[in-house]
């Protein structure tokens, strides 16, 4: 059965420090991969998303950034981060079919 | 991308009590997915339906999906404490890899 993996579960940084998101699948080959930030009791927004390696979509652009170094990682970064970053952020898979199939999630706060 | 259109933002109910949730589009839709995010957790696939007019049963749950393709909704049948959580629904673009979210239903179950 397909997994996938977030960490850190939970993250506190100061504003203007470096991050680095990490998400892995394992079970599935060629994933569509894909990174949301949903903020405190709001919606989902879609941040990037990837249908191969190195091959990285950015839906709203801001000062993150993503990469996809193997098939089943997905990695979420930001060279300096704002206040407004704080969030909610969710990896998720989609094999053949539509639906998308999400991590736990990392809960980001920046101070 | 596909707009929908999540309501009502918030529902409170008496357990026992029936809940539904509404989604709308402007356009067509080529599917219609829907998410359950309980407290503190991430989004889990519940259905997906791509019919028009389309009915389906989990359990308590019956998802239906309008004859115009344009709206469905999410009936919970004599609510229950762990029905608790936000419901989303979302859509998806024929041949697109990107999901569109509503901005969620957040219901609490009152005992």
Redesign the interface.
């Known amino acids: 059965s397909q997994t996938i993996h977030q960490w850190p579960a939970t993250l506190v940084q100061p504003v203007g420090s470096p991050l680095s998101l990490e998400c892995t699948v394992e079970g599935t080959s060629n994933p ?1 991969l894909y990174w949301y930030r949903q903020a405190a ?4 927004q ?1 941040l990037f ?1 990837s ?1 191969g390696i190195g091959q990285i ?1 950015s ?1 709203v652009p801001q000062n993150l950034s993503a990469s996809r170094p193997q098939d089943r990682q997905f990695i979420l970064s930001s060279k300096k981060l704002l206040l407004s970053d704080s969030g909610f952020y ?1 990896c998720a898979w ?1 094999r053949g ?9 990392t809960r980001l706060t920046v101070l | 991308g596909q707009q929908v259109m999540q309501i009502p933002q918030y529902q409170h109910v008496q357990e026992g009590e029936d809940f539904t949730t509404y989604c709308n589009s402007s356009t067509t839709l080529s599917n219609i997915q829907w998410y359950k995010q309980r407290p503190g957790g991430h989004p889990v696939f519940l259905i997906q339906l791509v019919k028009s007019g389309e009915v389906k049963k989990q359990k308590r749950l019956t998802f239906q999906f309008g004859e115009a393709k344009k709206n469905s909704s999410l009936h919970i049948t004599a609510t229950q404490t762990t029905d608790v959580g936000t419901y989303f629904c979302a859509s998806s673009g024929a041949g697109s890899y990107q999901l569109t979210f509503g901005k969620g239903t957040k219901l609490s179950v009152i005992p």
Do not use: A, C, D
């Open positions: 569509n009791g709001r919606g989902l879609l998303y249908v979509s839906e969710l989609r079919g539509n639906e998308q199939f999400f991590g736990p999630g």
